[in-house]
């Protein structure tokens, strides 16, 4: 089992900045994906952003140029750090991992951009 430990949310006006982070632990052998989902209240998760052990990256374009991630491998720990946020990227963000072929979800951190 993978263990995923998410920190970083919080409240932040519009045109702000959040960085969260996901530590990873337990029995981790080779980490495939990491990346970041989200939830807003009345809709479905959506994806932020992955990257793979490569270091190939995927971004919807909703958050293209604002949202960057980046992984350190030898800490088991991925980041998101989020730039000129808006109030529609309001959502719980979910940490991901994909570990032969198996994904595991951490717990959300709820991410609030209001005036």
């Known amino acids: 089992q993978v263990q995923l430990v998410e920190s970083g949310g919080g409240l932040v006006q519009p045109g702000g900045s959040l960085r969260l982070s996901c530590a990873a632990s337990?029995?981790?052998?080779?980490?495939?994906?990491m990346g970041w989902y989200r939830q807003a209240p009345g809709k479905q998760r959506e994806l932020v952003a992955t990257?793979?052990?490569?270091?190939?990256?995927n971004y919807p374009d909703s958050v293209k140029g604002r949202f960057a991630i980046s992984r350190d491998n030898a800490k088991n720990t991925v980041y998101l750090q989020m730039n000129r946020l808006k109030p529609e990227d309001t959502a719980v963000y979910y940490c991901?991992?994909?570990?032969?072929?198996?994904?595991?979800w951490g717990q959300g951190t709820q991410v609030t951009v209001s005036s």
């Open positions: 991901n991992v994909i570990q032969l072929g198996e994904a595991y």
């Open positions: 337990g029995s981790i052998f080779s980490i495939n994906v």
């Open positions: 990257m793979t052990s490569s270091g190939s990256i």
